[in-house]
């Protein structure tokens, strides 16, 4: 039917904040294309041409950009759905906890409603990376984290870092879309006590949030993208999408 629309999943690429490989998760993603679902993948300008907020700012300008098109690409705009994985998860992140509240966003024009959320394993907070990773070397102006920061260590600029942490944003009184969190236990990159932490702070502040632990999954392997996993992210997005009306 040529007057069909479809829900959208707008899905931001991680890549330790660099440029990214927008055909990583094509593949991956074509359950979710199978269940009725148009994705796109979308990108952000990179470190070090970009630094925070850029990122942020980009996924918002592209979403209004998806939106601008949605007749020509058939995109119901009542059932829009943001993710991201890694870096792109922080991005996503970010935008669920600062979605509509005019701070991080190059525009002053209204975004759309956002049915729901999903993170595949982002940072959430800078500052205590140290403390759930100590085998790690965040001390140094090279990491990707400081990098992203501009080339400012997190924990020796704790203002910067603090500003850049999705867990500064997570307020009780600001009204947040549903959320999915996904993250491996045994992830070497982005601890899995990250999202430990935001979900122990969104449910305190009262958020609608899932969390969905893959045992011994490291960071972004396969394990994220087989049938039981992808049947949970399905689940969540047709729980949360709006059927109280049709495009026929």
């Known amino acids: 039917h040529t007057d069909r629309r479809y829900p959208l999943l707008m899905h931001i690429q991680g890549s330790a904040w660099h440029e990214q490989n927008l055909n990583d998760h094509i593949l991956d993603f074509k359950e979710i294309v199978t269940a009725g679902y148009i994705v796109a993948i979308v990108e952000y300008l990179p470190v070090p041409m970009a630094?925070?907020?850029?990122?942020?700012?980009?996924?918002?300008?592209?979403?209004?950009?998806?939106?601008?098109?949605?007749?020509?690409?058939?995109?119901?705009?009542?059932?829009?759905?943001?993710?991201?994985?890694?870096?792109g998860g922080h991005t996503a992140l970010m935008?669920?906890?600062?979605?509509?509240?005019?701070?991080?966003?190059?525009?002053?024009?209204?975004?759309p409603m956002i049915q729901a959320f999903l993170d595949f394993y982002g940072v959430v907070d800078f500052l205590s990376l140290r403390d759930d990773n100590p085998s790690n070397d965040y001390a140094h102006a090279g990491t990707p984290e400081a990098q992203f920061l501009g080339g400012y260590v997190p924990h020796q600029h704790p203002d910067k870092a603090k500003k850049a942490s999705v867990l500064t944003y997570v307020k009780a009184h600001v009204e947040n879309a549903p959320l999915l969190i996904l993250h491996g236990t045994k992830d070497s990159a982005v601890p899995f006590a990250q999202s430990v932490r935001l979900y122990a702070?969104?449910?305190e502040k009262g958020k609608e949030v899932d969390f969905y632990a893959i045992e011994d999954a490291d960071h972004g392997l396969s394990m994220f993208y087989h049938k039981e996993t992808l049947d949970k992210i399905i689940e969540f997005l047709n729980t949360h999408k709006n059927t109280s009306y049709n495009w026929f």
């Open 51 to 87: 630094t925070f907020p850029s990122q942020i700012e980009d996924a918002k300008l592209a979403i209004r950009y998806i939106v601008d098109h949605a007749e020509e690409h058939h995109v119901d705009t009542e059932n829009l759905f943001i993710s991201g994985d890694s870096s």
């Open 95 to 111: 935008c669920w906890a600062t979605w509509n509240q005019g701070i991080i966003d190059s525009s002053n024009r209204p975004l």
């Open 201 to 203: 702070l969104a449910k």
